[in-house]
């Protein structure tokens, strides 16, 4: 498959479903919908003291459900996939995850792919979900799934976190095809359960060609395990980037507090493989352990006295377009086939917003040069 880019639909309020003209053009591979009941940005600083975001919107969390933005989606569009990025097997039971993405994907007409992961603590602890043992739920909840898309009648199931008796999903798929499954996932025990299951992957972390090859290769060998062609998983990433038109752009958005805050979203094992000490202690696990309401000012506030500059420098590609998009290419070239290039230069405030989205095509558009006729 050539290198193509994915768009981004948000799925907050406020629900901006114009977009989807231009996104179903030819330009972009897939839509990816994001699905969360909370942001990665703690309330305590979603504040005007931070940010004039905050001005125009009072909460970073008014998130609508991913699913239900699909299948509005999917009425509105004729081209393009549409693809949850992604729906954890937490906050819903797999048999409405099988009905859900048959219903969506009928309404796109074959072009509905469900993306799936096993869940954030941010999404799932607060609301009083079981979020012990999440990636042998995930695996379970995948075999209940394909169970009930695959099988003829009723089915019974007998596993560790599901029970079915006498279950039947008797939608068929439409014109015999059922959608594909997308998995994003970076630990050891995901990225075997990806190749042996899914049939695109992002990683959650990749924070180098090199990482990113790494896993790409673990998948593979796993594909290869289970008896199944390797090329056939498409290779994705939601690549987090900072562009700015020039170096003092670049200092004014890296001083940001909710630019400085992506690091919370890093482990403080994976900052110290680049020299650097986590501004929230040794143990931190990076976005497993973000509570957006919990991480009080106090706390926060440390943090971004901590954060240097270099440390975000070190963990996502910066620059112009044309410099973040020759990043992306040593991507492309360690496997990577559909990237999104996110630009967090849009969180440095209403200034910014506008020029983020200009920069995020002028790199797409650089990436697609570069990588011409790669397949």
Not at 49 to 67: I, K, Y
Request: with cysteine; hydrophobic share 40%.
């Amino acid at each position: 498959m050539r290198v193509q880019p994915a768009a981004y639909l948000r799925t907050t309020l406020p629900l901006d479903l114009s977009v989807l003209d231009h996104l179903d053009s030819g330009r972009y591979h897939s839509i990816w919908l994001p699905d969360h009941m909370v942001s990665f940005w703690p309330d305590s600083i979603w504040t005007p003291e931070f940010t004039d975001l905050a001005t125009v919107s009072p909460s970073p969390h008014r998130h609508l459900d991913g699913m239900a933005v699909a299948a509005a989606a999917a009425v509105l569009t004729t081209n393009v996939p549409l693809v949850t990025s992604v729906v954890d097997t937490v906050r819903r039971h797999p048999s409405l995850l099988a009905q859900s993405a048959l219903t969506i994907d009928h309404l796109a007409r074959g072009r509905f792919i469900l993306g799936l992961g096993s869940g954030e603590t941010e999404n799932t602890v607060p609301y009083g979900f079981d979020f012990s043992a999440p990636v042998s739920r995930f695996e379970e909840a995948l075999q209940v799934i394909r169970l009930l898309w695959e099988s003829n009648g009723p089915v019974d199931f007998d596993g560790r976190f599901y029970r079915l008796r006498h279950a039947r999903l008797d939608t068929e798929a439409y014109e015999g095809r059922l959608p594909s499954i997308w998995i994003g996932g970076s630990g050891p025990r995901t990225l075997d359960i990806v190749g042996r299951h899914a049939d695109g992957w992002w990683p959650t972390g990749a924070w180098s060609p090199e990482d990113y090859a790494e896993k790409l290769s673990a998948v593979r060998q796993s594909a290869e395990r289970a008896g199944r062609d390797p090329a056939a998983i498409t290779p994705c990433f939601i690549q987090v980037c900072v562009i700015g038109d020039d170096d003092a752009a670049l200092a004014e958005i890296l001083a940001a507090p909710l630019v400085k805050s992506f690091l919370l979203q890093v482990s403080a094992e994976m900052l110290h493989g680049m020299g650097f000490e986590h501004p929230m202690g040794e143990d931190w696990r990076g976005y497993q352990d973000i509570d957006p309401a919990v991480l009080t000012r106090e706390r926060i506030v440390d943090f971004l006295d901590r954060v240097q500059p270099e440390m975000l420098l070190a963990v996502v590609p910066h620059g112009t377009p044309q410099q973040v998009a020759r990043v992306v290419k040593e991507y492309v070239d360690a496997g990577l086939r559909v990237p999104k290039i996110l630009d967090y230069g849009a969180m440095a405030g209403l200034q910014y917003t506008a020029a983020s989205a200009r920069h995020v095509r002028e790199a797409e558009d650089e990436l697609m040069r570069l990588s011409g006729d790669i397949r």
